[in-house]
């Protein structure tokens, strides 16, 4: 958590001044105590500026919990993507994303793409992003090992390969106070396939402040052993509007 704030902050002192980025940040914590001790928290920022010729967006993510016997989730990460229109509809872009999972068989994962994106909706009401195109993922797996003797089943390796990437994202206004969001992503390469799916519902409480539930997915096809391949992420958070 304490990175993802301070990634969040440096970017904030980056920005140009007379850029007008706007986003969301959300943020959600739950604590329990008596016969049950756990402690979860989560986090993300979004931020966005878009101009007649170029969109850009930056961000990030973390998730911890934990319970009496310790972890059980800790994540975080970080993604950008630089766009230039070269049609009313249709841009190019570069992207790269970072993350660091200790509970996903993987230490890091950083992947850097290109190719070309479409808006394909754009009503008042509605809208949906897709994007396809290629690049490189950098990757570190974990070691695994048998949970009844301690043995090493796999020692963990570092590699890199090829990928294909593909994002959709769509938002619709249900009501003047209320929108449905879902955002997927894939990057699929000859060693695994990550996938990650988030949708969520948000209901407007203020001019800035919403209260979303939100239901994510995220897989691995070819994790080390001892990993399951997915996880999912059900959350309640405030989120606070950037303008």
Do not use: C
């Not at 993604?79 to 068989?105: C, H, I, M, Q, V």
């Not at 043995?151 to 003047?176: M, P, Q, Y």
């Not at 699929?188 to 409480?205: A, E, R, W, Y």
């Amino acid at each position: 958590m304490r990175r993802l704030f301070f990634a969040a902050t440096a970017l904030a002192a980056a920005l140009p001044a007379h850029a007008e980025w706007t986003g969301k940040s959300e943020a959600g914590l739950v604590f329990a105590s008596g016969n049950t001790n756990t402690e979860t928290a989560n986090a993300r920022i979004n931020m966005k500026y878009e101009t007649d010729k170029w969109k850009n967006t930056v961000g990030g993510a973390a998730l911890y919990a934990s319970d009496e016997n310790g972890k059980t989730a800790n994540r975080w990460q970080t993604f950008g993507e630089l766009g230039w229109k070269f049609t009313e509809r249709n841009f190019l872009f570069g992207a790269g994303r970072y993350e660091e999972d200790e509970f996903s068989g993987f230490e890091y994962q950083t992947t850097l793409s290109g190719g070309v994106g479409r808006r394909f909706m754009d009503r008042p009401n509605t809208t949906m992003v897709g994007t396809v195109g290629a690049g490189y993922k950098f990757f570190e797996t974990r070691s695994s090992f048998d949970p009844v003797t301690g043995e090493l089943i796999e020692a963990g390796r570092s590699d890199s390969e090829v990928v294909f990437r593909g994002t959709l994202d769509f938002e619709h206004k249900l009501t003047a106070t209320t929108s449905i969001t879902n955002k997927f992503i894939t990057e699929s390469g000859s060693d695994n396939t990550f996938m990650q799916n988030d949708i969520s519902l948000q209901v407007k409480m203020t001019d800035v402040l919403a209260l979303a539930v939100g239901y994510g997915v995220r897989h691995n096809s070819s994790p080390p052993p001892e990993f399951k391949k997915t996880d999912t992420l059900t959350t309640i958070n405030l989120v606070y509007d950037i303008k």
